[in-house]
């Protein structure tokens, strides 16, 4: 709490004149985050439900839970990055943003195999602690969000699995200096060697994945809008 009530206090647009305030606020946030459960339905003990969500919104407006968490990893461990995706169900409730926003499709919402969805894409560092997150709607491929994922870091390699397999993104990763740990696709013509040692690192973006996964606003998507699902992130 120590730290992220020193971000606050130096961030602008926060009000935090309140320390137990202010705690309470984030509080209510993370139980709202775990349990998954509507912003009407948040205990008593942490305020008035419409309050802490209009707070939380306004946060989400300014960036300023992206900036938290850009503050928590300004040291990361640059030897190496992995990418992998996931998809999310919606809920339908996450239906019917405003046209003057931009409808569903601005606001990452689409339809997978698995239905209403969303995909959130994700780099992580050589420590399995992540660095950058990207939202589209559930059918959008890997491959073409990649440079979005890596632009303007500097890094030694990069680990995806084989839907990262693109000419361009090896093509890219190589113009920057670093190695391409992809597998290549079955279906290539000409075959590209892996260094599978290295490769096997590629599991703590999927353990990453899967920690996220526990908290239940994050498994399953209620938000109208990109921002406050990316908020919870």
């Known amino acids: 709490w120590t730290k992220i009530y020193s971000f606050l206090k130096q961030t602008p647009g926060t009000y935090t004149g309140d320390e137990a305030n202010s705690r309470q606020f984030i509080e209510a946030v993370y139980w709202i985050m775990r349990t998954g459960a509507p912003w009407r339905d948040l205990p008593e003990k942490y305020g008035n439900w419409n309050s802490?969500?209009?707070?939380?919104s306004r946060w989400a407006d300014k960036k300023i839970w992206q900036r938290m968490q850009e503050y928590f990893t300004d040291e990361p461990d640059m030897e190496w990055l992995m990418l992998d995706s996931t998809v999310v169900r919606a809920h339908p409730c996450a239906a019917g943003a405003l046209k003057k926003n931009g409808g569903q499709a601005a606001q990452a919402l689409g339809y997978s195999r698995g239905?209403?969805?969303?995909?959130?894409?994700?780099?992580?560092?050589?420590?399995?602690n992540p660095v950058r997150f990207y939202l589209t709607?559930?059918?959008?491929?890997?491959?073409?969000?990649?440079?979005?994922l890596l632009e303007r870091f500097d890094f030694e390699a990069v680990i995806a699995d084989r839907a990262y397999d693109s000419a361009d993104l090896i093509e890219y990763i190589e113009n920057q200096g670093a190695l391409a740990v992809i597998p290549p696709r079955k279906n290539r013509t000409e075959s590209r060697e892996t260094d599978w040692s290295l490769y096997k690192a590629r599991h703590l973006v999927e353990c990453f994945i899967n920690k996220i996964k526990?908290?239940?606003r994050i498994f399953s998507r209620f938000e109208k809008y990109d921002s406050r699902y990316m908020a919870f992130l």
């Open 52 to 56: 802490v969500y209009k707070r939380f």
């Open 115 to 128: 239905g209403f969805s969303t995909k959130i894409h994700t780099t992580v560092d050589a420590l399995g």
């Open 137 to 148: 709607g559930g059918q959008a491929h890997d491959a073409p969000r990649a440079k979005i």
């Open 214 to 216: 526990h908290y239940r």
